[in-house]
């Protein structure tokens, strides 16, 4: 596709459950990242996927947060026994990355709302 | 660590008035500065970049080391311009650039008729 795909583009679901988003980056970016965009917190970053790989995961909020990467294309968000305060915006992001010079233009998705009732 | 800090969460002025988004950050090395914009309904998208020192739909950011502003200026808005901006700030970490990107807290424009 053109640009960065996410789906589900909106989730309800009930407190307890674990739910799963998902993002298609642009084809032949190999950096992607996810974000969290809330009421209270604004756009925070959630991981960082260099491929298949995760060197930075320092904005996932809880150890009920993960994420995957795989072919070094489509990513998987899960949040397991989801919370209240877990409703927000996903938003996934995906650049293209020259090794030893960043072309660190970022290109969003729509993103996935998620509710937790 | 590093932080933006948007002063102004509303803005409003009238069609062909001059308008400045400020933005200021925290970091003490050398970030990379960009501004995005999300439209309604739209998805967020880049405005500018501080590197590109370029100006798009009119507008134009200077990145002032010893202010530690990236601040957004257009002279003349148009209703068109009514939109969420965002400054963000990336960097570098130990030589590798992960490139994520510190956000503030967003400044919410609406260019009146």
């Known amino acids: 596709g053109a640009g960065v795909s996410q789906s589900p583009s909106n989730k309800v679901t009930e407190k307890g459950k674990d739910v799963e988003l998902r993002c298609d980056p642009i084809s032949g970016h190999t950096a992607l990242y996810w974000y969290r965009q809330s009421l209270g917190q604004g756009l925070e970053f959630l991981i960082y996927f260099q491929g298949n790989s995760a060197p930075d995961k320092s904005g996932l909020p809880s150890d009920r947060f993960s994420a995957e990467r795989t072919g070094g294309s489509v990513s998987t968000l899960t949040i397991q026994r989801t919370q209240q305060e877990d409703s927000a915006v996903y938003l996934c992001a995906s650049s293209f990355k020259i090794i030893g010079l960043a072309k660190n233009i970022q290109y969003f998705g729509a993103g996935t709302r998620l509710s937790v009732l | 660590a590093q932080r933006v800090t948007q002063p102004e969460k509303l803005l409003s002025v009238f069609k062909g008035a001059p308008v400045e988004l400020k933005c200021n950050y925290s970091?003490?090395?050398?970030?990379?500065l960009f501004w995005y914009v999300q439209y309604s309904r739209q998805r967020l998208q880049l405005l500018l970049r501080h590197i590109s020192r370029e100006s798009i739909k009119g507008f134009t950011a200077d990145l002032n080391k010893g202010e530690t502003s990236f601040h957004l200026k257009k002279p003349f808005a148009q209703e068109e311009d009514s939109a969420m901006y965002y400054c963000a700030l990336s960097v570098n970490a130990g030589g590798t650039s992960y490139g994520k990107l510190t956000f503030g807290q967003g400044t919410i424009l609406t260019v009146h008729p």
């Open positions: 970091y003490s090395g050398s970030p990379e």
